[in-house]
């Protein structure tokens, strides 16, 4: 089956810095590609995604970037923000859309 | 409250009650899914039911039993559960399984404690 890796599991980033979460998933077959944001004792929120047939997708400050090649993918939050802090999931599912492989999660902490 | 919706919010039960989660939602969807957060640990996809079918069950132990009477609601009944059991139970729900309608919509989530 899939096998999705994340890193870093936690990143700090000074407030107005960018910031990069890492994913790598071994199944060539996966062809979607989502990122859930999770604020403490709140609920997982997609805010992007991405599919294979596309290298780049970008929604104001949050970019998403897809190597299929190298089988990684990885999430871009630039000029961030206090409000950026939360637990981000990446993920990865192939056509049937049933089956969503997560990755482990990056805390990633903003310092105003 | 829209979307999807988790009851209750926080559970505590020992390992010989029987309890059920309960999640529903208002959006229309016709696929629904039950998910484990523990920590340090990716999502677990615990079981989907797609127009009220059940099309994956990963292995899960008996003790965890879902019920979906229809396509706005599922349950999770839980017996004689474990304490490694205790973890946040999310539900989620997508249009459906197509490309392009696969987008999970996550409820609250139920924080269980198995004492």
């Known amino acids: 089956g899939e096998n999705v890796e994340q890193h870093p599991s936690t990143l700090s980033v000074q407030e107005g810095d960018s910031a990069v979460i890492k994913c790598t998933y071994s199944d060539s077959a996966s062809n979607y590609f989502p990122w859930y944001k999770q604020e403490l004792g709140k609920r997982p929120q997609l805010i992007i995604d991405i599919r294979s047939n596309v290298g780049e997708k970008k929604d104001q400050r949050i970019a998403v970037t897809l190597n299929k090649t190298a089988k990684h993918f990885s999430l871009h939050i630039t000029e961030t923000q206090p409000e950026d802090s939360a637990v981000y999931f990446c993920?990865?599912?192939?056509?049937?859309?049933?089956?969503?492989?997560f990755g482990t999660g990056t805390s990633l902490t903003v310092i105003p | 409250e829209t979307g999807v919706t988790q009851t209750p919010r926080h559970l505590v039960m020992g390992m010989t009650n029987k309890k059920s989660l309960k999640c529903e939602q208002h959006l229309g969807h016709n696929a629904m899914y039950w998910y484990k957060q523990s920590a340090k640990k990716p999502l677990e996809l615990m079981f989907v039911y797609s127009l009220e079918e059940r099309v994956e069950n990963n292995s899960v132990p008996s003790r965890f039993s879902p019920e979906c009477p229809n396509s706005s609601h599922l349950f999770l009944h839980l017996h004689t559960l474990q304490p490694e059991d205790s973890a946040l139970y999310l539900c989620?729900?997508?249009?459906?399984?197509?490309?392009?309608?696969?987008?999970?919509?996550f409820g609250s989530g139920t924080q269980l404690s198995v004492l």
């Open positions: 989620a729900s997508s249009q459906d399984p197509q490309p392009g309608n696969e987008k999970l919509f």
């Open positions: 993920a990865a599912s192939m056509n049937t859309g049933n089956q969503f492989y």
